[in-house]
Structures are given as C-alpha cells and as structure tokens.
C-alpha cells in the first residue's frame, strides 16, 4: 500500500538549511539569473545531489489573503470519464479549477496539469490529494506548484 503523504506548514527558523537553500535555488533557475542547476547549486552552496532529492518536495508558502493557487500533475489511465470524475473530486472540497491541460494518452497513460484556487477549499488539499490518490485510474498525484 502506498504510503500518504502529509503536508506541513513550517516556520523557515525550524527547518533544515538545505531545505532553504534548495528553495533559493529553485527561485534561481526560475528568475533565469542562473541558466544550469550546477550554477544555482553553487551559488546557494549545497549539493546538486541535495538539489535533486527534495526540488519536487520542498516549496515556499506565500500567504495572500485572496487567490492561492495551486497546480497539481495527475497521472490518469485512458478511461472514459475518468477526469470527469477527477474533477467532480475537486469541485467536491470546494476548489475552483482555473486551468486544465490534458496531453494525448501515450501508452494508455494521460497526463493531466490542473490549476485550482484554493482560497474556498478552506485547508482542505490534503484531503482532496487523498481522495484523488485513493481514485481507481489514477496512477500518480503531485503537487508541482504553489502561489
């Protein structure tokens, strides 16, 4: 059985360096003021082995009053009605999708990118990313951006 994954929020004064400095070295990449990780890496002064290991799981938290967003990557097998269902899923808990973006299904697999504000989900992303982990046909469910 696979293991849940949970979501904390940390104060930054708590939390390991590297996790820190890979954030900064991701803002790095992202603002284009480095063009390759080993500059990034460099600059913040950790590992590119530590920048690989936590990149898809270390993310700052910004705190608005109004319009946090968040995009998820879904892995769904070529089913019919499957991502109606998935949608049904996060309409459930109150998010309002913003973007949805479906490739073609490549080996009977669709990869799916949704955007949601999470303003009316009053907290609820660890339940939905339960429920939509716990969908028969989909195969993967990450978090991949947060604003």
């Given at each position: 059985?696979?293991?849940?994954?949970?979501y904390?929020?940390?104060?930054?004064?708590?939390?390991?360096?590297?996790?820190v400095?890979v954030?900064?070295?991701k803002r790095?990449?992202?603002?284009?003021k480095?063009q390759?990780?080993?500059e990034?890496?460099e600059?913040?002064?950790?590992?590119?082995s530590?920048?690989y290991?936590?990149k898809d799981?270390?993310?700052p938290?910004?705190?608005?009053s109004?319009?946090?967003?968040?995009?998820?990557?879904?892995q769904?097998?070529?089913?019919?009605?499957?991502?109606?269902h998935?949608?049904n899923?996060?309409?459930?808990?109150g998010a309002?999708?913003l973007?949805i973006?479906?490739?073609?299904?490549?080996n009977?697999?669709?990869n799916?990118?949704?955007t949601m504000?999470?303003?009316?989900?009053k907290?609820?992303?660890?339940?939905?990313?339960?429920?939509?982990?716990s969908m028969?046909?989909?195969l993967?469910?990450?978090?991949?951006?947060?604003?």
């Amino acid at each position: 059985m696979k293991e849940k994954a949970g979501y904390f929020i940390v104060n930054q004064d708590v939390l390991p360096e590297v996790f820190v400095k890979v954030v900064e070295a991701k803002r790095l990449l992202e603002s284009e003021k480095v063009q390759t990780v080993q500059e990034a890496v460099e600059l913040v002064g950790i590992s590119r082995s530590s920048f690989y290991k936590y990149k898809d799981s270390v993310f700052p938290f910004f705190e608005n009053s109004r319009g946090r967003t968040i995009t998820i990557s879904i892995q769904l097998e070529d089913r019919s009605g499957l991502l109606s269902h998935v949608l049904n899923v996060i309409a459930s808990v109150g998010a309002n999708i913003l973007t949805i973006n479906q490739t073609i299904p490549v080996n009977r697999i669709a990869n799916v990118t949704i955007t949601m504000e999470t303003d009316p989900m009053k907290d609820q992303i660890e339940e939905l990313m339960d429920k939509l982990e716990s969908m028969e046909g989909v195969l993967n469910v990450k978090i991949i951006a947060r604003e």
